[in-house]
């Protein structure tokens, strides 16, 4: 499975980036690998800061998505 993860904040890239790397960990203890974790610029408004992360996994018959 992939999830496509989007955060924003108002405040700071910084603030965004520290709630994107808790969503990241949170992923990892799932057994998630993460492919990409980038800020990128937001187009319709650039006061907004975005950061984005994209997570893989592949999942087999009888699994499951607890922590590990």
Do not use: W
């Amino acid at each position: 499975s992939t999830f496509d993860v989007n955060v924003y904040s108002n405040n700071s890239l910084t603030e965004a980036k520290n709630i994107a790397t808790v969503v990241r960990n949170a992923f990892k203890e799932c057994g998630y690998r993460c492919k990409v974790f980038e800020p990128l610029d937001n187009a319709l408004d650039p006061n907004i800061k975005r950061y984005v992360g994209r997570f893989t996994r592949a999942i087999g018959d009888g699994d499951t998505l607890n922590n590990q």
